[in-house]
């Protein structure tokens, strides 16, 4: 029911779902160890364009004891990039106030109801806030800042992460574009782009690339241009796709869909309580064998997988199909004597 009637009081977001986001690289970018878990950096729930979600930033570090960077905690750039720090809305949702502001010229009024019909509970002071966010995003694109700051990174982690995202807004023309220092979560700079052609992307990173400081890596989501205006300016700078996210966006129909297949397999073997029953004793080899097989379907029903990539619902079906025939044999052989 939460799932479906999003309930939203003034000062509360009650997200209908919390998605996990991990680092795009896996393994350390100084020692190409592999990356593991250390704790949640940061989780924060935030009204978007498509409504309300928990974001959780999971910390990854280097698991080699010796590595010369063991302190630094890597994390999701895509989660970073879905909104800003000290603020609630998606990136999605200040693209387009600053569309409405700037480009249309809508009153705060016209922007209130506008996000509203999105959904998008906001109040006089939030329309402001907004605004005040979006021109500072797009002044943080000052040279000496973003200098100052990835200097800090670079004397702490030994190079930085840059990732870079375009976010266009409903009935724009322009998208709005942002590079995220990713180890610290700055934004080094912000531009709207007329044209998303891989050599518009090239003019915009490169003063970024020119500032001359150590990349330890590249991110993005799929989109083809972005990726190939890294790779023409940096080819041999390693790069990471958002893949997790991007999967689990394509991915979704299907997670759905095994979701109930799940629920149908465990319909279809609520009976395994009765034979429990009746096989309790164990008195028999018969009785005994049920048992055995009950266990089974109860460990295959406690399989979660990792959507998408490894559905749980099709590991259920396909393991208690295997379950079943193995089943079958065994009544086979047995002849009528097993009812
Ligand atoms: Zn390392």
Known sequence: IDREIPMRTKNRLNSKETKYYKPEFQN?????????????????????????????????????????????????AQAEQLSMKHITYGTDVLAYVGQLR??????????????????ITVSDRHVQKLYERYAVLLRASSESYAKEELSKVVAQHGGIILSMDGVQPEKGNETLYVIREVLSGTIVAAKNV???????????????????????????????????????????????????????????PAVDKDRKLK?????????????EKKASKASTLDEETALDYAAALRAVLLEDGKPPLDLP???????????????????????DSFT
């Open 102 to 119: 700037f480009k249309e010229h809508k009153t705060r009024n016209e922007i209130m109801e506008l996000l509203n019909e999105y959904g």
């Open 194 to 252: 007329k044209s998303s052609a891989t050599s518009e992307l090239m003019e915009f990173i490169k003063p970024v690339l020119d500032y001359g400081f150590p990349i330890l890596g590249f991110v993005s989501d799929g989109q083809q241009s972005i990726r190939l205006a890294f790779e023409n300016l940096s080819p041999d700078t390693p790069y990471q796709y958002c893949q997790f996210h991007y999967l689990k966006d394509i991915a979704k």
């Open 313 to 335: 619902g099709i590991k259920v079906f396909d393991q208690t199909k295997k379950i079943q025939k193995s089943l079958e044999k065994c009544l086979d052989k047995k002849g």
């Open 28 to 76: 350390c970018p100084h020692c190409d160890s592999k990356l593991v878990y250390c704790h949640t950096v940061s989780r924060k729930t935030i009204s978007t364009m498509e409504g309300v979600y928990t974001v959780v930033n999971m910390g990854y570090r280097c698991s080699n004891e010796h590595c010369s960077n063991l302190d630094t905690v890597y994390r999701s």
């Open 263 to 275: 629920v149908n397999v465990k319909k279809k073997l609520r009976g395994i309580r009765d034979i």
